[in-house]
């Protein structure tokens, strides 16, 4: 095992001087275009005790508004009322997001501390389908940069040959309700749960 940072770092070759340098404290043009770009995000929190957790946000590109060089507003939408994103952030400010453009192999990581606004001027902008979001997630900006291709080359994430049939696995309605009963799944109430989450990802996105 891996006792000490120093240990580990001895594994490695010596930080490419490019690798630190591309780190920004604001956004620039590029990081601008690239989350302009962007249809999806993954942001990580932690609570007060350092657990972590990992959240996706997706909507059309661009879907999270750039308030300035130094601020950022991802648009809350309907989900399960879990609430895991917004109340780690209201417990621990830090967060860190990472950015996807499909076709894109480079991603754009972001850094910074985050806080939760309802702020209906704010948030007016990020109107979808006639409806605004409640609650957004404003994150202060302290680094972002590009993170190279290499781990999406490796997964070929956008190659249609290595697109997964969904029927290798039962829905998702169906493997929550298997996780969740001791006793077994009943079909019918399976076969309603999932006509139930087909209803939602219809009506229920916005």
């Known amino acids: 095992m891996i006792g000490s940072e120093e240990e580990l770092r001895s594994r490695f070759g010596e930080v490419h001087p490019l690798a630190i340098a591309k780190a920004r404290p ?4 590029y990081s601008r275009q690239f989350i302009g770009l962007s249809p999806f995000l993954v942001i990580s929190t932690a609570d007060a005790q350092g657990r972590a957790d990992l959240s996706p946000r997706g909507d059309p590109p661009g879907f999270v508004r750039i308030v300035d060089d130094r601020t950022i507003l991802i648009p809350d939408r309907p989900g399960n009322n879990r609430l895991d994103t917004m109340a780690n952030i209201m417990a621990n400010p830090n ?8 076709g894109f192999e480079d991603t754009l990581r972001l850094n910074g501390k985050a806080s939760i606004t309802d702020d209906a001027e704010l948030l007016r902008p ?3 389908n006639g409806k605004p979001p409640r609650l957004g997630i404003l994150v202060g900006v302290e680094e972002v940069f590009l993170h190279c291709a290499k781990a999406l080359k490796r997964s070929k ?4 040959d290595y697109r997964q049939d969904r029927r290798q696995m039962p829905s998702i309605a169906r493997i929550i309700m298997e996780q969740a009963c001791d006793t077994g799944v009943d079909e019918r109430e399976a076969a309603r749960a999932d006509a139930e989450v087909e209803v939602d990802y219809r009506t229920g996105l916005y």
């Open 26 to 29: 604001a956004l620039d043009r």
């Open 95 to 102: 967060v860190g997001c990472l950015f996807f453009v499909p």
């Open 157 to 160: 994430l956008w190659e249609p």
């Open 126 to 128: 990020c109107t979808v």
